[in-house]
């Protein structure tokens, strides 16, 4: 295992009821005057939207609201918060939704103490603010683990960039409210989404050449073990709380680096998949269930041993010690099918995505810069070989 430094100092608050406590843990952290961010209207049609604003106001919070944020979430939204803040003189920022809302509540936290564009923070021309506002979220759909995470990803209009910001303990939201029933008005499509997008970011950690990693390894795997569990049973009774709740944790678990620490991460999926949602505005899962199963054949020969172990240890897949990367290529089999049995696109065809826009993706990448990956180096050309594979059946 490697060394590494964890900071994750995000307070949890998880159950049925839990956001009638939204209120009080902005207080807690030390808001007085709060920018409530939200997407298009879902937190309308469940009552979470009544719940955390009567807990607002029970508590004495003035509070402005700032609806609209899209899926892949918009600079243009963030500017409209960061304009907001200093206008109305708020101190907190709260995000009721998905991850789309959290990256934008928390671009606005660190956008609005930066004296330039926020921007430049995310082209790395100049650097995270170490003090952000405080962020506290009420997640709605279990997925992108922002709601625990180190992350924020937004796409600027100008250039159709969607990029990550920088790494940041800064970006972790103070507190997050957790309630599984929140995510049982969910689409079967979010719901899929989310799924995918949760077993790829512990795919991400778990594919890494670093050795001696064993707590980590199991730990991913009881992880992917209970998603794959808990996913088809949502599907098929949406209104199912503890497959919700074991969904709405793992999701949380997968991304706030518990899984990931000490070993070199990957992350290749990710860069790729970015420039399927930045060029065809796909759900961020849906992209990943294509991209995946690509990216690991293409990796897998570099390591078999590994993915027969995922394949052994996740699906059940029986060893076949005399020839590895046949139960190597079993496991990336199930995963696929897997992704097919909740109803995802598994082929950039299904996605809408196009193979003769690959050479322009690839360009559009270098803008962010090659190689990326950690268990295999991407470059230019490795991309492009890889979104190929993506239309194998
Ligand atoms: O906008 P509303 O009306 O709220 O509808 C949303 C949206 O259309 C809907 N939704 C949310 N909760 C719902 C609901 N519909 C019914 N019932 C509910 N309870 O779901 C749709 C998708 O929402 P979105 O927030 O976009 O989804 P998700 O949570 O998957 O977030 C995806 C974004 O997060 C980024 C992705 O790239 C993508 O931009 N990521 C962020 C990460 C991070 N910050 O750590 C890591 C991830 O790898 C990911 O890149
Ligand atoms: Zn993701």
Redesign the pocket.
């Known amino acids: 295992m490697d060394n590494f430094a964890f900071y994750s100092p995000t307070y949890f608050a998880f159950g049925n009821g839990e956001e009638k406590k939204t209120g009080a843990l902005v207080r807690r952290f030390g808001g007085s005057r709060v920018l409530l961010v939200?997407?298009?209207?879902?937190?309308k049609?469940?009552d979470?939207y009544e719940a955390v604003t009567d807990s607002l106001k029970k508590a004495d919070l003035p509070f402005v609201e700032l609806w609209?944020?899209?899926?892949?979430?918009r600079s243009g939204k963030v500017y409209e918060g960061i304009e907001l803040v200093r206008r109305e003189n708020l101190d907190f920022i709260l995000a009721l939704?998905?991850?789309?809302?959290?990256?934008t509540a928390?671009a606005i936290a660190f956008g609005a103490v930066y004296e330039g564009d926020f921007w430049e923070v995310f082209d790395r021309s100049g650097d995270m603010p170490e003090h952000p506002l405080p962020v506290g979220t009420v997640?709605?759909?279990?997925?992108?683990?922002?709601e625990g995470?180190?992350?924020?990803?937004?796409?600027r209009e100008e250039g159709n960039l969607?990029w990550?910001a920088p790494k940041s303990d800064a970006?972790r939201p103070q507190f997050s409210v957790l309630n599984p029933r929140?995510?049982?008005?969910?689409?079967p499509y979010?719901t899929a989404?989310?799924a995918v997008?949760m077993i790829?970011?512990i795919c991400e950690r778990y594919f890494t050449n670093t050795p001696n990693v064993g707590l980590t390894d199991r730990l991913c795997e009881a992880l992917l073990k209970t998603i794959v569990e808990a996913a088809p049973k949502a599907l098929e009774n949406p209104m199912d709380y503890h497959a919700r709740a074991d969904l709405m944790w793992a999701g949380m678990l997968a991304?706030n680096d518990s899984c990931g620490v000490g070993r070199k991460q990957d992350w290749a999926s990710?860069q790729i998949?970015?420039e399927l949602?930045a060029f065809y505005d796909c759900?961020?899962?849906a992209g990943?269930a294509v991209v995946m199963p690509a990216w690991m054949s293409y990796v897998m020969p570099t390591n078999p041993a590994r993915f027969a172990r995922f394949a052994v240890e996740v699906f059940g897949c029986e060893l076949d010690a005399m020839d590895v990367e046949r139960t190597a290529k079993e496991g990336i089999r199930r995963l696929k099918s897997f992704f097919r049995l909740l109803g995802m696109p598994t082929t950039l065809k299904e996605l809408g995505a196009k193979t003769e826009d690959i050479p322009a993706m690839v360009l559009h990448r270098a803008e962010k810069g090659f190689p990326f990956g950690g268990m295999v180096e991407i470059g230019p050309a490795e991309m492009a070989d890889i979104l190929l594979l993506c239309d194998e059946e």
């Open positions: 939200m997407g298009g209207g879902s937190v049609k469940i979470a609209g944020v899209q899926p892949n979430p939704g998905g991850g789309s809302v959290i990256d928390k997640l709605t759909l279990s997925a992108a683990g922002s995470s180190n992350s924020c990803v937004i796409t969607k990550g970006l929140f995510t049982c008005s969910l689409p979010q989404c989310g997008d790829a970011h991304h990710h998949e970015h949602s759900a961020h899962g990943l």
